[in-house]
């Protein structure tokens, strides 16, 4: 019985890992890039870029205290002798890491955008930060629908 009630909420945080990823990536990220690029006015720039960081970090947490709970949870399961593998445990902790990661990438594009103020926004630091951001935030993504399809 604790081990059904134990997979079921592995399995919950992990469908809110897979799916906040593609709600954010598939709407909100797609909605603040178009609003990014217009030129109409550099405060209003400013503002959605603050908004697309803010949006992306309150994300990032959300699914780390998920991926914290599922380990902590696949631990339990592991010392209680069920059928996980090592594996399940190692792409969580790659998981973890890369979330970490993507704070420090997060705190470095509120950083500059709070030094910089309007020129940091396009500018080819704040891009790339983004750039690199996106690029986890899709290697996530892959591990995750991995891990789904191994348990």
């Known amino acids: ?14 469908s809110l890992i897979i799916g ?3 709600i954010m990536v598939v709407c909100v990220r797609p909605l603040l890039l178009q609003q990014l ?3 109409d006015s550099t405060e209003f720039s400013n503002l959605v ?4 960081i803010n949006a992306w970090n309150r994300y990032n947490k959300v699914a780390f205290a998920a991926i914290v709970v ?9 010392t209680m002798g069920n059928k996980y593998t ?10 973890l890491f890369l979330f970490l990661l993507k704070f420090t990438l997060d705190y470095s594009l509120k950083k500059r955008l709070s030094q910089y103020g309007n020129a940091a926004v396009n ?3 704040q891009n790339r930060g983004h750039w690199l951001v996106e690029l986890l935030s899709k290697v996530i993504l892959v591990i995750s629908i991995v891990l789904t399809m191994l348990s």
């Not at 599922?70 to 592991?78: E, N, R, S």
């Open 1 to 14: 019985m604790l081990e059904v009630i134990l997979m079921s909420v592995d399995r919950i945080l992990l």
């Open 20 to 22: 906040g990823m593609i």
């Open 37 to 39: 690029t217009r030129k």
């Open 49 to 52: 870029e603050g908004i697309s």
């Open 70 to 78: 599922m380990l902590v949870i696949d631990l339990i399961q592991f």
């Open 86 to 95: 090592y594996g399940d445990l190692v792409l969580e902790i790659i998981i």
């Open 123 to 125: 500018s080819s630091e």
